[in-house]
């Protein structure tokens, strides 16, 4: 998903420090693998945790778009498609000493209800935002232990929580997404990393509703007509930078963050 517009910090207020931890990377600071970093909340956390100052390794599948933004905030790009057994370990491969990885890759198509579902769209649903996980997870996972105060950050959605009508798929995957972080925290523990699944609600951004509704920008935008400020790409990007730097003792298991005016996945406050 790509921002509508950016929110930055307060004036002023000090940038949180990455996390103290046994092993750093490049230049001794902390290395973060971001995948999806080539727009939306990805970007956005990709600009955040190298002002932190991580040593930011940005994955995507858009190599212009990643390159450029790789050399706007000082980081690595390494193009990767998690849905490619073969690219996931190229990724290994190039990152080395990895401290936390945002497992941001998603993504919805359709809006169809269940009696109409094309199959071959929620395969791809539930292979980006579950195997897509998976597959980073499991490739990364040697180097987050060995940093000795590894993080893994889960972006699921409060899809990954509820139900509604018209997001089978989508919803379906989500909560695979939210039962994978659930099971491999617990799968961890007594190992020196955690897991951490951030679930955002109405994030207005540029691609994600395009991108669910096949292209058609009218019925995109009527997502959010009436919201009088929905969550941006930057708000996501606060949480994730809160989560990634408290001690390594402290485990934020679970963030769910909505715009004031969404009190539930069917209770939106649209103005006019």
Not at 53 to 82: H, P, Q, S, T, Y
Not at 240 to 245: D, F, K, Q
């Amino acid at each position: 998903m790509a921002a509508d517009e950016p929110r930055s910090p307060a004036a002023g207020s000090p940038a949180p420090q990455p996390a103290p931890g046994p092993s750093a990377g490049v230049g001794g600071r902390r290395t973060a693998v971001v995948t999806g970093a080539s727009s939306g909340i990805g970007a956005a956390t990709a600009r955040r945790l190298a002002a932190d100052g991580f040593d930011v390794v940005l994955a995507a599948r858009r190599e212009d778009r990643l390159r450029a933004l790789a050399e706007e905030v000082g980081g690595r790009a390494v193009v990767c498609d998690v849905t490619d057994d073969a690219s996931v370990a190229a990724l290994a491969r190039e990152v080395g000493e990895c401290a936390v990885l945002v497992a941001n890759a998603g993504g919805a198509v359709g809006m169809d209800a269940v009696v109409d579902a094309d199959v071959e769209e929620w395969r791809w649903m539930y292979e980006v935002n579950v195997l897509g996980v998976l597959r980073v997870v499991k490739a990364l996972m040697p180097a987050l232990v060995a940093s000795g105060a590894g993080h893994v950050v889960v972006m699921s959605s409060t899809a990954g929580h509820v139900v509604y009508e018209g997001g089978g798929g989508y919803t379906a995957a989500k909560h695979g997404t939210t039962a994978l972080a659930g099971t491999l925290r617990l799968e961890l523990l007594g190992q020196p990393v955690r897991v951490s699944e951030i679930a955002p609600g109405m994030v207005a951004t540029d691609e994600f509703s395009t991108n669910r509704f096949r292209g058609d920008a009218d019925a995109a935008a009527k997502v959010y007509e009436g919201v009088a400020a929905p969550l941006v790409a930057e708000d996501v990007a606060d949480c994730v930078s809160w989560v990634v730097t408290r001690p390594p003792h402290v485990d934020v298991d679970l963030l769910v963050v909505r715009p004031l005016a969404q009190a539930a996945q069917h209770r939106v406050h649209r103005e006019g």
